[in-house]
């Protein structure tokens, strides 16, 4: 395991202990998504801060911090008119956009930790406008194929994907 995907691991894991508290827990949080976003941009010396709560890497992909309480809803992490996936559940850790019709084969893309994505989404944003559609695969060695296991039309999240968690190999945008 990467030395930056256990960094995020760990953030991750301080971040989640302070769901639920409230009044001086809301600063604290404020705090541990702070150190988050500094130990990323540490690790990453190519990436750049988006905001308080997010990092850009060269490639347009995103490391979102665990949400503080009393955060911005998750549609604010994806752009209005594209598909989100992130590495972790509950819109956080690395997040990859696409915004254009058209299937995108997860295993073409990296995350700035080296990681492909397929088999690595753990939450999604469908923030496409109107009817359009987000269809998710898995890929079926034995027949060589795609095997679709979700869809979701405009607008919907999903901010833990139960069964399906890290079975995405495929994303298609469709309108």
């Not at 990467?2 to 971040?15: D, E, H, K, N, P």
């Not at 695969?137 to 039309?153: P, Q, S, W």
């Amino acid at each position: 395991m990467s030395r930056t995907r256990q960094l995020i691991g760990c953030l991750l894991a301080v971040a989640a202990g302070l769901v639920g508290f409230s009044g001086a827990a809301f600063a604290q949080s404020a705090a541990t998504e702070a150190a988050q976003v500094n130990a990323v941009l540490a690790a990453n010396p190519t990436a750049h801060q988006r905001d308080a709560s997010s990092v850009e890497f060269p490639d347009g992909t995103r490391f979102i911090a665990a949400p503080r309480i009393g955060a911005a809803s998750p549609a604010a992490s994806c752009r209005r008119g594209a598909v989100c996936i992130y590495s972790e559940p509950n819109f956080t850790g690395f997040s990859k956009p696409f915004v254009a019709y058209g299937g995108y084969n997860l295993a073409a893309y990296y995350m700035p930790n080296g990681v492909k994505w397929a088999h690595q989404t753990s939450s999604y944003i469908n923030n496409q406008t109107g009817g359009a559609k987000a269809n998710f695969a898995r890929y079926d060695a034995t027949g060589g194929y795609f095997v679709g296991i979700d869809e979701c039309r405009a607008y919907c999240a999903k901010a833990h994907l139960g069964s399906i968690d890290n079975m995405i190999d495929k994303v298609t945008l469709t309108p």
